[in-house]
């Protein structure tokens, strides 16, 4: 055992939402051409992006025509907590930048690993925004150290900067840096990278996270989803490739790199990104998050049928398929719960003793609209199970008369090692368990998973990632659980 | 005019959001009977009870076996920000306590504005919690005065405490206290009072905001409404009735002094409770909101149809009535916004010069919802217009190719002295503005508001007021807009 | 009394100093008739005056042209933690102002105790700031709840500032109704108060607390003490007598009320803001403080003289007697102590289980100074007496090899009712212990304390109060200690 | 260099003390081989190092015996203000660690340039702490940058612990790479470090900086000065020598490397350590600086008699120096300034409109000790002379008849490269003028300077640096002004 780096505040960061899968990161890249100054879109463009975490963010700024110094803070907490009208003030000069917004499966949840990634090398400054997970970190570290590298965060995006470094030693440009780079890193990873005058993009050869280009006049845009596009009023252009390095530079021209990609067949997209991550009124790779959704909603009904007088989502995720079940049913689609909106990711749970739950205080059935009901009750996955029993109870103390559980995802079986936060096998609920004890262990009348055959309907045939149902992974993950490892 | 106090941080306290109407508090009492701690349950009380208020909160606390202490803890911001563990903690000891969040429409927004007011009188210690607004605070603070009283807030509930304080020393209950001063009060107000060992609750004679009682074993629970007595895992017992002073005393006894109440015709209940300000699982003197605004829906579908192929809510308040259209309209009922629900009250707003908008932070388009669709947009009310107007754009914008808004209130026309903050006459939308002028200012194709006349099927008979909509104010109004008087 | 009120934050506000004294407040007051902005002077006037005070703070000011606002801000902590540029900058209006600084001898430690305390009442709005304490307030508060008064705080100057509104209603002046006030009270305190366009000052008629008055230009000063004049450029006009109250009125008129005054010889100035509180360079009635403690250190010498090689004083508050001392004796005067000047009043104090203590962490003895040497230390008091042992330990281990302790008071012997928080009779080292015992329980090779007797030589020859070393009140002391006894 | 990387808060962040010089650090390590928990000794030995700087200050621990984990925390401010008892107890595991308080002189004033560096590299975790400045920085980094290093802060300790794992990969112990490393180090560097299970401390060849063993039952420490040793019990045990690298292992076995020494005639220990930086109670390889400061004072009587009636010193700096002048000379030493102690390093200076003094509010005169007599005035340097100018007259208005200003030190004329902020040579009041001009300016009746040829008696005869004071440096220094270079 060697020495390992422990932060004063590592001691429960995380407060583990027992239902919720979590993403990890959401990226933003925009270059103003014409100087203008980006910090503040970059703000809003993080706002839009704050579903992907919520753990802590940070905004890099330099200013390409002027004596190009970089400006950053990084927090923890929200985009709208974490910045201040000054701190968008102070870096108002900068025209070239990326954001971030985080939620932690690799690297403990502190400052020091917030992002972005800002540093000093050769060649200048460079600030790096990184969603994913790699993979071969261990061995990527190890390497680096044997070579004198020191490590002062625990995040992957720490040694994907010394990679580019050390290549960029050797070649011409920062992109070829990055290429070079990228033939050694294994895993999901999409990347916004500012140098000092150049806006670099790229995406694992796999695709598994998304990232997106946008333009507003003169200025160039990044960013995980298109949700954050629509907010700043930039147009989208299109999807970074799978594999793709895009580059934009100092006179605005785009170019593009792919000699990473690999054929189609092999790209393994999150599938997760549509039926949970994204925001519905994004576009991945020109497929409608929401049109995904109402989609499963539609096969549900197709596959797993059940005569009922109203269907639900639970909020908000469950919304569109819940929708789609409706369309696709005609059972009249309704809303069966009020969610507390006031109520952000820290609230004093109930201990035990007390006569109040932490779903109660998130969650309140609406007995007026459900008692006396048949309920169909659409969620987007189970995990471990408790929340959904809670709920399904829930329906039923508020008069529902049957309550049918319908999941638009197959059951988790497997890990992620990718950068969702699935947690390990005998955690999850499905695991050793047919469809039938799930059903009666949560309460329900009847319960349904979406099939695995039909998930590639939701990406519109584009090419997925199933290793959480079925074990099949497009890389081989490492022989032991890694994520966190360098902190343990 | 003499001195008048003000706050340093008075100027600019308030971010009046420009399309939305604020309540302008939340109330909670308990008194567990068995010695049970009561801090944690009137914390989730007024999570619940969040959307009444979100400036500042406060609990008081007594323990009403013991040296029957008084602990208390006030603050601006929301209940989940303002309470820590260890302040609940430091409070564990009451058995007996009330709480308040608050949006202030009287007193400004500071830190010594905020409630429960917690005040020693002859008789002991006092904590108490107002919803509403007096109108006749003018006189009733001069005549205090003149009495040699000195003011530390500019709260109605300082000047109430004073008159119950004052009566106190002549009555030998402090329920005869309250009553007596509810004698000279005029204006709304649902208060609930904590005297060393009694829990008290009363409303104005014309029950402008509403008051509920519930219970949980041997605990009894006063509320704004009834979604707080769902979260805490209380039952509803029953509403304090307009002009009723109820009385729980150390024994458990609950006793009613009903002197006050006037003729039922004469009550006059704000029925933007039902429209706007309580949640939809409340039910209010056993309406359900929910209910109430699923009827608004079909009244505006029955008064006002058109043809269309969505309908959708401005979310979160328009949904309700939205899917009531839906439900009488056999049009399918559909979501067409994704709400940002990571933005709290507070946020940069962009300034003029960027590209960015508020409404486009917050809001975001369903474009695959929306487009090439005839959309119903419902939403509660206008205000102002501004915002209605950017939201028509927004569908269009997504590709809706009509756009027909309903409202399910009457357009607004005068303005609230009794607890609601509608501003005044000229900066409201339909202020010497035809139905058609403000459907072409919004850029609808059709506009319809709910008729006046059908308000009364809202609260199912229940007498109310209608007087921002009529101006017949069921109290004659004072004389100038007395709202902050005091401060200026 | 039954109910009582507590805040939240009351357990465990004070972490008493074991030997310390601490004085309860600092006033100051200033009215710039030339209309000249005045919270900038009020703060470096306060930060002059915080050695009588570190718990709280605050300002309030209002324009005497102007709408006559009044800006105020209160806070926990030290003046220059408390009040950023911002808030000064938000005050800067005001022409008239008044500021406090508190160490709480009655009432609790909290942000509501602290002051100014700013009112409303029947003649427009009141700032007032309080040094001392009222030994009637017991009576004083059921006299006022009797007729219906409510108290939000637990201080003396809420009371007296419900005394001075009642006469306000009878009386033509402000002055007036303090002359009225001043008749029902006893006890100490000097006063400033800011009516909307005069400024007050008053001291008790015994004296007990000083204030003075300087000028600036053409605007009006008032300080507890006049180190505070020199700071903001003031000259010193003359000391407010026992017993006057002063007025400064909107055309910079200055009058006087001496109808409360009382034969000189009555009068009893605390002996122990010579000795201890004031800072050395503030004169009270013309007596330098610097002086005052010269002469101490010189009687000592006179009275209990002691061959050694080397006086030195207990930093900061021994070493101007130290001084005396060393001129009277021909003994060298020198340093035998460093302390740490970074440590403020908060620091984690070693726990038990430590090898660290606390003594050791703010005091260092001067190894090279004392080695070899007969040491003469003089201190201002001995009140519990442990710190005095542990630091007579620690020149002995640094290689003294005598240790004379002079003492520039006599011993303690009652408790202080008029605003020191000299502890209860058990708790002092001097209480049923001779002189010899105290010399031997602190370890020194021979104690003489200053003999009652020249006290009056320290005031040279004003008439002071001696209480707490021969139980000779000045007026009849409350039956039982009322010190916090409101809140308890 | 083109890119560089700025903080946000980088504007601004430094508020230059005109008058003060700056030492950069202070360090402090602790190996309890017993296993006890060292967190609490680090916090009070950072404590009593303070006075070494109070921009920032961190702790970083482990333990040896169990999992090896590192715990640190980071923050701005004073130690007291940064670290609470909660971040303590979350260390307590930990019996090795090392502490660091610092003023920037080079890197900019940040959190992220906080210390101790905690990095993770191929042999594990180190912690460092570094007092000094480096003056072959850029080329160092160029070296390391060409080979890949990223660089995540501008300290030179990141350079440092670059160089010591970069040569650690090739040499078999930890010591052997600091031993290597300082090969390539020119400059001042007196450094702690943690590596997982060795305590190691060592001095750069010209011993610059101090550092001192001691030790305390079978716990070893390091510190930048005896006071540290002595707040928490240790003893003294020797000084690390100038070249020395000293490293206790596991077993408790302390070891030596001498080989970077140089011979003792080119040792340059600097002066200004005795003269001002560290506190009067240290003892710096022997040397007492009390003594020195006293001898200080001698000298100056010695060298520049003048007859006076009192000798005071410029609190606190001048006053040891103070009453060495006065024992040689038989003049009496006194106090003639009141500083206020409750002012930290942030106050709301006076705009230059107001009529009060930054100087006026730190301290005031003490009239009563110099009204009608001839002063001495003794402080430990001028560095621009304004603050000067004000305190002399600041006697002058306190009715000094006349004042002879006597420094203990000789005039600056050259800028410091090896960790003091001395400014640079325009900026020295000193620069082209002669001893009367300065006397002149500052508006003293006389001027002395301790002389150069006797700086020597002020370290005993240790080889000294007086580079500031005649240009001739221990090493050539960088042709341009480095400091801070990266960050500009």
Known sequence: MKGRQMNLYMSGPKT??????????????????????????????????????????????????????????????????????????????????VGHVRYSTAGNSTRENAQPLVINYYKGTMAMAHNGNLINTPQLRKMLAKNGAIFQTTIDSEIIAYMIARERAELPTVEDA????????????SLVIMSPRKLIGCRDP????????????????????????????????????????????????????????????????????????ARPDSYLEQVSVYRSRLTAGRILFEDSPVEADLVVGVPESGNAAAQGFALASGIPYGTAFVKNSYIGRTFIKPSQSTRESSVHVKLNALKEAVAGKRIIMIDDSIVRGTTSGQIV??????????????????????PCYFGT??????????????????????????????????????????????ACFNGSYPIKPPEEDIRGEFEK
């Open 206 to 277: 796999y695709g598994f996270r998304p990232l997106v280009i946008g333009r507003r006049g003169n200025a160039w845009v990044l960013a995980s989803e298109t949700c954050a596009l629509d907010t700043i009023g930039a147009v989208y252009v299109r999807d970074v490739e799978p594999g793709e390095i895009v580059t934009i530079n100092q006179k605005g021209e785009i170019s593009s790199d792919k000699s990473m990609c690999i054929p189609k067949e092999r790209q393994a997209r999150c599938i997760f990104e549509y039926i949970y991550f």
């Open 16 to 97: 583990q939402d027992e239902e919720v899968l979590h993403e990890e990161c959401g990226v933003f890249g925009i270059y103003d051409l014409d100087g203008g100054s980006v910090a503040q879109s970059i703000y809003y463009g993080l706002l839009a992006l704050q579903h992907r975490g919520q753990e802590s963010c940070g905004i890099a700024v330099t200013d390409t025509a002027g004596p190009n110094k970089v400006y950053s803070k990084k927090e923890m907490g929200l985009v709208n907590e974490a910045f201040t009208r000054s701190d968008l003030k102070a870096m108002e000069q900068g025209n070239l930048g």
């Open 421 to 466: 936060d699935v947690p390990s096998e005998d955690q999850l609920i499905a695991h050793n368990r047919s469809v039938d004890e799930i059903c009666r262990l949560i309460g329900a009348d009847s319960l349904a998973f979406l099939k695995e055959e039909r998930l590639i309907e939701l990406s519109e045939g584009l090419p997925i990632c199933k």
């Open 178 to 189: 990055v290429a070079a780079a990228m033939r050694k890193m294994q895993g999901a990873y």
């Open 393 to 414: 109870k829930m329906l039923r103390d508020a008069g529902a008369t049957e309550v049918h559980v319908r999941i638009s995802s197959p059951p988790f079986l497997h």
